[in-house]
């Protein structure tokens, strides 16, 4: 059945739902059993526009575990690996240094499970990082994970501050506002706003990083996590919809377009730290890959395809240019209290 028609079927049986439920609902039900990257599909992402992507995340790893002593047992962790793109790149690179991990996915989607198989072929599938294995360091990347869970929304009523809820308005769903006040779960930064004000928070985010960095602290490692995001609190909703490369309206198709909000990482170097990593910090996406060398490999790229320079640089522009993705794409990074700093940051 059509998800829209049954949101509308149990919002008419037992009242509206929460944006977050609708957001979990809607994604688990878009990911599960299609590709959406690509031209033919929704959305495009950094290791699909550019093998440099992938590669400078690679030689990043593995400038890290060299420094870190080389342990020899130790595995790479990618959340939300999409077509597997990232990894393939990513552990090319890394091996050139001799790192050479065992692999393990986090994902949810049958159908890119199958994908990640045929690029990747050799890792281990993970529903969620619970299963992640505890014995040796991890290797931990993230690119655009954290903005597919979801988010929940607390609206400004002339009544005080309400969740933000789905309702149905006709044929449509539409976004309202509860009816239970919930004035004590606002933080108090950003409390005293007009009416219609929203506040935007990501409690599935902070969970996956605190999981994340207590496995690190606890077994050694580090992780690179990539997102578009804002560094400061601020009001207002990021839920965004995708379809065919277009935005459309978030409520409009569930479980057809694809559903994000920006990433917080003003709250997320506390929740690693609390868990007892360290937060190496975080830095634009551009300054990120420049720092690691994005000039030089785009050279090199060029001058053993002279015919596809013009478009391995248009690519490399992409990922870094501050009109592109360079600014508004994050990169935060995080390691074990005993593991060394990582590059760039
Ligand atoms: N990292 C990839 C893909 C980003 S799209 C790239 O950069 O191209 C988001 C990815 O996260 C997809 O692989 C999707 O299936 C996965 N995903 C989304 N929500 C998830 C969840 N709750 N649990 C596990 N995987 C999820």
Redesign the pocket.
Known sequence: MDLKARFARLIAATGPISVAQFM?ES??RY??RRD??GSAGD??????ISQV?GELIGLWLADLWDRAGRPARVHYV??????G??ARDALRAAQRFGLTPQIHF????S??RSV?RDLVGDAVWH??PGSLPDDAPLLI?????L????VRQMVRTAAGWRERMVGIDGERLVPIAGPRPMDAAVPPLLADAGEGAIIETCP?AAAVVDDLARRIAAQGGAALI?DYGRTAMAHGSSLQALRAHRKVDPFAYPGRA?LTAHVDFSVLPAVAQAAGARWMGTVEQGAFLIALGLGARVDALCRAAPGEAPAIRAAAQRLAAPQAMGTLFKVMGLAAPDWPLGAGF
Not at 106 to 109: I, Q, R, T
Request: glycine share 4%; hydrophobic share 45%; net charge negative.
């Open positions: 979990a994604n688990a990911y599960d959406p990257l959305f495009t992402t950094a290791p699909e992507f990618e959340l939300g690996p999409g077509r793109t990232l986090v994902e949810a989607s159908a890119l990640q529903d969620d990347v993230a690119n655009e994970f903005d597919a869970l979801p599935a990539i694809d």
